[in-house]
């Protein structure tokens, strides 16, 4: 049987190696990463039963590999130029003298036309010459993947645009593994958190110069313990998992220290799971400085230097100052606001927007076949332990933190991005919910439902519906238009 398989596949590459040779440069990673999918579907056909976060890994790293070397070699997502900028500064001074990317990169689909574009663009690829001051802050730990990245690549004197995709690529391979060991860790629901993981929105901010991924790898992470042990009353936890547990937080919320009220839920760690009362007692007081902690990173400059004038792309109207006098003194004319923008916000008729959305290339095709898949997770992947998690206390806790969240995220972009008094919020992502999103989706399983199908097919079948909406989404709004 082994034999046949080989043979299969080796005929496969075969014909895949010699079609690639009709085809353009990134037709031909298509190509293999297609190939590579289908040899860890082989690979892991006896593991992915029992061990999902495998299958996980290997859709993750492959698609997100073939997004950050397929996109082009421009600013694709939301704020990439200012991120990429604090990347690189960074980066300056990890490598003095580094090379660093030219401001303004003439880009085409036209491969003959961007060939010449990167070989004039050489020419003003020069060493940084001074270093320019740098702040270095709690809130910057997310750009030091892509900084390492490209201090490593523009020491080895490549060109440019190889050093630019590998600083991206880098945030996939930490994305992809923080989550991996956030699913490895869970008792049950492993493939809730894979698919939500999988989103074609999540990959392709992995794959590009953002920090929202590493919000969202290290908050799974940090789920993925905390519900393990919710779901293991019995299970004393030891020094390390009480670590990590705490310790994914504390890094995951640097660059958004906003989603802090997801860290309330630490306090449902009872007693009884510790050895000793005094390391509960440590535990707790840990929980608390770490709460006091990332609150305070965007607290602190608020009390010293007071909200400024606002963010100036919201246009002259804002005047941050102003709008906190306003909320202040009108506190229901903006709790009414407020409603209003989070009843919206949260409609799932939005979902397309935080699931399915490749920001400036437009939205990949396949939406209601990722929401089957997820629905469908949802309500069968937690069933042995989920009951553990699904009591009262622990769904109005989740979905409470969840909403207390949303509400301090929109009124600190309607302070610093509205114009006073504005009756609307604007300037709220909707991937500003992928966060929460699991820990909200993990709480809604049901012991009553019984699974039946064999895990083996069940998760192939969720893993290969998410690669092949991920692949179709990848050529569709990307590889296509090369030519």
Known sequence: MHVIIAAALAAMLAGAYSLTLHLNIYSKFLVLAIALLLLAGISLRRLIGHQPEYGFLAVALICGSLLSISAPNDYNSWDEQIHYRRAELIASHIAPGMYVRPGKIPFSYSLQKQEYNNALVSSSYRPRRKHLDLNLSYASIGYFPSAIALALGSKTHVPYWIVYIFGRWINVVL???????????????????????????????????????????????????????????????????????????????????????????????????????????????????????????????????????????GGAAVNSTEQVNFILSEPVAYAKVLFRFVYNYINPLHAPDYVTFFAFQGRVAGFWLVCITLAFTVLTDNINYGSSTANWKIKASVVGVCLSTVALIATAIYISFNPVGSPGIAGVQPRYLIPLIFPILYIIGSKRIKLTINKRIYNSVAFTIMAVVLMCGIWDLMISRYY
């Open 175 to 313: 994305f992809s593994f923080v989550v991996f060991f956030g699913i490895r860790k869970l008792k049950s629901g492993k493939m809730i958190m894979s698919v939500v993981a999988l989103f074609p929105t999540s990959i392709y901010l992995a794959s590009c110069y953002n920090y929202d991924s590493w919000v969202t790898a290290f908050s799974m992470l940090g789920m993925g313990y905390l519900f393990s042990e919710i779901q293991q009353p019995e299970k004393t936890i030891t020094i390390s998992e009480a670590s990590i547990l705490i310790g994914a937080f504390v890094i995951g919320f640097g660059p958004k220290a906003i989603y802090f009220p997801l860290m309330f839920l630490l306090l449902f760690i009872k007693p009884d799971k510790f050895k000793f009362h005094n390391h509960y007692v440590r535990f707790r007081l840990a929980t608390t400085l770490s709460i006091a902690l990332v609150m305070s990173s965007f607290l602190v400059p608020l009390v010293f230097s007071g909200f400024g004038s606002g963010d100036p792309r």
